[in-house]
């Protein structure tokens, strides 16, 4: 599912109604993936991208909890990060090219934190996602999985 995280804010309700039942609908699906641009989970050294973080987190997180989503992709924050919180794995990944952002990994539910540019690379199968994050030399960041949780008819 994709959400249009730059939308004004008097459009908020509108999205996330359109989410929650949208999820709802999908609960028998194996993987259910939610990107959008800005972050949930951040530990960003920028001024006040932590709190414009935790105000979308109170917005969206418990839909995303209730909807049973395993994994959500983010950008905004140019380096890479992974978070696993209320068992749900947030992935940002915005490190395509442009300035670099640094970040301290003190956050409650950090995993990985790099000030680097990368990408992703995401294998799909029936048991897992498999996600690699790679620097352009070939580094490899990190890699994990990601499993399903159990389909709900």
Not at 71 to 76: C, F, K, Q, R, Y
Not at 86 to 91: A, C, Q
Not at 125 to 139: F, K, N
């Amino acid at each position: 599912m994709a959400l249009d995280s730059n939308r004004p804010e008097t459009e908020y309700a509108e999205q996330q109604e359109w989410l929650r039942k949208d999820l709802a609908a999908h609960q028998g699906a194996r993987w259910r993936i939610v990107f959008f641009h800005h972050t949930i989970y951040t530990c960003v050294d920028k001024p006040g991208r932590r709190l414009e973080s935790a105000e979308r987190a109170k917005r969206l997180e418990p839909i995303l909890i209730a909807g049973r989503v395993q994994l959500v992709i983010n950008g905004h924050d140019h380096d890479y990060q992974r978070h696993v919180a209320n068992g749900i794995t947030y992935l940002v990944t915005g490190g395509g090219g442009a300035p670099l952002y640094s970040v301290t990994a003190d956050t409650p539910f950090v995993k990985k934190a790099k000030m680097a540019h990368h990408h992703c690379e995401i294998t799909v199968d029936a048991d897992s996602l498999s996600i690699r994050a790679v620097e352009p030399d070939g580094t490899v960041i990190e890699q994990f999985a990601v499993r399903p949780t159990p389909v709900v008819l």
